[in-house]
C-alpha cells in the first residue's frame, strides 16, 4: 500500500514553523534522574490544588450554565472588568473594552503575528529574545533583528541603527517585540530611563511595541518599573498579560490590552482560531482574582521563587570557575549564563552535562544574529532547593575540568 507523501500536501507558509530547539531535548530532561534547568514551566509543587479543586466544584455545580458554555470571543465580562481594574491599579490604565481574553499570551503574539505581519517584514526583538516569540514572527514569514542588550535592556543606539540600515533597504521595521520584565530567557529588566528612550525611538521611527510580560508580578527585590503601556501616549503599546505564571498554566488564560482598532481585528482573528478561551478557565481566573487569592498567592511565590533565585546564584558562586558569568535577576524564572570565549560551544557543554544527568538549555535558539553560542539559559523555577544544589555542583566540576583540558593543551603548546 502507498503511504500519503505529506510533505507534498503542507502549505508554503508552513516551511516557515520550525519547531523550538527546547521542545526537541525535552523527553531527554523529563527523565526523573535528570537534574533539568532546561524548563521554564512554574514549579508544580506550588498550584494551589485545593484552592483550585473547591472553586472549580462551586463553578461548575452553582455557575455551570455560563462556566460550560461557550463564550464570547472577546472574554467574559466579568473577567475583563477584573483585568482591566487591575491595569488602573498597577498604573497602566485599560478599559475593559480595550481588552480582550486570549489562550494564554502565546495566543496573543500569535494573533498579533497574524494581523500585523507580512512575509518578509522585518521585526525587532531582544538579542537574545524568547523562542515562542520569534517562532510566531517567523512563522509568519517575518524576519527576527536582535537587538543586543546590556544590563539595562535593549541598547537604543543598536535599534537606531537597525532601523535606519533596514530603512534604507526599503524593509522599515514596523515592531518591536520586549519582555521587559525578567526577560526570557537573560532574566534582565529594562531600565526606567531605557524604557522612556525606547519609546521615544517607537514614536520617531513609528514603530508599534508589543510589551509581553508574563513574570512582572514576580519580582523578588524590588517591583519593577512603569510598564511602556503606563508611558505609552501615543496608543503605540500592545500589552499581554498572563495568569500562567502567577496562578496555573493549564487554565491557558492571558489578555492582550491595546486600542479599540485592534482589539477589533484581534478579535476577528480570534473567531477563526478559536471561537473563545476556556470558559471554565475564565470564570476560575475571575473568581480567584477578584477574591483576592491570586494576589495572595502571588505573594506567597514571590517568596517561594526568591528562596531557589538565591540557592541558584550562591550555588553559582561557589561551585562555578570565576570566569563564568551570569545574570543576577530579579525576578521571573532565568539566570543567563556566559562561558568564556576559550570555552566549547554551550552545545558541548550540555552534551557533557547530560552525561552527569543536568540539563540546561543551550544558547543559540535565542538569537536572532547567530550568537548564543557560548551562553545558556538557567531555570530555577521547577527543581528543588536540593536539586539546584546538587545540579549546580555537578556542573562546576564539569566546567573546572574543561578549564584543566585546556590549561593542559596551552601547556603542551
Ligand atoms: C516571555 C514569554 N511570553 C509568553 C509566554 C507564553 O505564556 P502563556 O501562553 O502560558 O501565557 C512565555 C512562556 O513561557 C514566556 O516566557
Request: net charge negative.
Amino acid at each position: 500500500m502507498m503511504s500519503v507523501e505529506w510533505n507534498s500536501f503542507f502549505a508554503k507558509r508552513t516551511k516557515n514553523i520550525t519547531g523550538s530547539q527546547i521542545r526537541h531535548f525535552f523527553a531527554l530532561t523529563e527523565q526523573p534522574e535528570v537534574i533539568s534547568f532546561a524548563g521554564g514551566f512554574p514549579g508544580n509543587d506550588y498550584f494551589p490544588k485545593e484552592d483550585i479543586a473547591n472553586s472549580l466544584v462551586h463553578l461548575v455545580r452553582e455557575e455551570g450554565r455560563q462556566a460550560l458554555q461557550y463564550s464570547p470571543t472577546e472574554g467574559t465580562c466579568d473577567l475583563r472588568m477584573v483585568l482591566s481594574e487591575k491595569m488602573y491599579r498597577e498604573g497602566k490604565p485599560c478599559e475593559a473594552e480595550n481588552l480582550i481574553i486570549t489562550d494564554g499570551s502565546q495566543q496573543g503574539i500569535d494573533l498579533l503575528g497574524r494581523i500585523l505581519i507580512n512575509p518578509g517584514d522585518p521585526v525587532l526583538v531582544e538579542e537574545p529574545a524568547y523562542i515562542g516569540g520569534m517562532s510566531v514572527f517567523k512563522s509568519y514569514g517575518g524576519i527576527t533583528l536582535g537587538i543586543d542588550m546590556d544590563s539595562e535592556g535593549p541598547i537604543p543606539a543598536r535599534m537606531e541603527q537597525t532601523i535606519i540600515r533596514w530603512t534604507e533597504n526599503n524593509k522599515k521595521p514596523k515592531i518591536f517585540y520586549t519582555v521587559p520584565n525578567f526577560q526570557n530567557p537573560t532574566g534582565i529588566t529594562t531600565s526606567l530611563k531605557r524604557r522612556y528612550e525606547i519609546l521615544a525611538l517607537a514614536s520617531r521611527y513609528n514603530l508599534v511595541i508589543i510589551e509581553d510580560d508574563p513574570y512582572g508580578e514576580l519580582f523578588y527585590d524590588e517591583d519593577i518599573p512603569l510598564s511602556y503601556k503606563a508611558l505609552d501616549r501615543e496608543d503605540r503599546v500592545i500589552f499581554l498579560g498572563s495568569y500562567s505564571k502567577v496562578l496555573i498554566p493549564g487554565i491557558r488564560i492571558g489578555w492582550l490590552a491595546g486600542p479599540g482598532q485592534l482589539i477589533e481585528k484581534v478579535t476577528m482573528a480570534k473567531q477563526t482560531a478559536d471561537l473563545c478561551s476556556s470558559s471554565l478557565g475564565q470564570q476560575l481566573a475571575c473568581k480567584l482574582s477578584s477574591e483576592g487569592f491570586v494576589d495572595k498567592h502571588v505573594n506567597r511565590l514571590r517568596k517561594l521563587y526568591r528562596q531557589k533565585r538565591d540557592v541558584m546564584i550562591d550555588s553559582m558562586e561557589k561551585y562555578f570557575p570565576p570566569d563564568i558569568n551570569y545574570s543576577r535577576p530579579g525576578g521571573g524564572f532565568f539566570i543567563w549564563v556566559n562561558f568564556p570565549a576559550y570555552y566549547p560551544s554551550s552545545k558541548e557543554l550540555l552534551d557533557l552535562s547530560l552525561k552527569q544527568n543536568v540539563a540546561f538549555v543551550h544558547g543559540e535558539g535565542f538569537s536572532s544574529n547567530g550568537g548564543g553560542w557560548h551562553s545558556a539559559r538557567f531555570s530555577f523555577s521547577q527543581p528543588s532547593i536540593e536539586d539546584i544544589i546538587i545540579g549546580i555542583r555537578r556542573l562546576g566540576n564539569i566546567f573546572y575540568e574543561v578549564e584543566a583540558s585546556y590549561s593542559v593543551k596551552i601547556a603542551g603548546h
